[in-house]
């Protein structure tokens, strides 16, 4: 995405929202927009806008681990810990902990437990 690379998140939330419009049976879109809030310091508008893709996509991994990313930056450690774990379980076959252990958004999580919890 051409302003994804200009870091214009403004831009990137608008075309987020015409995709989850557009291409509802994918989580793409829910997850472009919480990145792009993400970015835009709105870390809790990002997790409060991709809870509802939980629902709607169970079987995609990418949506709790995002999830546990942002419920990490707002220090909801216990919470993101669950999310991740989830995340675990429905990966199947991709290896969600080599991620999370160079993810800088869950540093909080390693230093607490010392690695990651699971």
């Known amino acids: 995405m051409i302003h994804a690379g200009l870091k ?23 997850i472009n927009q919480s990145n792009a809030l993400y970015y835009l310091k709105r870390t809790q508008e990002a997790y409060d806008r991709l809870v509802p893709a939980t629902k709607l996509f169970p079987g995609d991994y990418m949506v709790p681990y995002n999830l546990a990313c942002y419920a990490c930056q707002l220090g909801r450690l ?32 390693r230093q ?3 690695g990651l919890p699971v």
């Open 8 to 30: 214009d998140w403004e831009t990137c939330v608008e075309i987020a929202r015409e995709t989850i419009a557009a291409a509802a049976d994918s989580p793409a879109g829910w």
């Open 112 to 114: 607490r437990f010392n």
């Open 78 to 109: 216990d919470e993101a810990a669950e999310l991740l774990k989830h995340a675990m379980s429905v990966a199947k076959g991709f290896n969600i902990r080599k991620m999370a252990l160079s993810d800088p958004d869950l540093t909080p999580l």
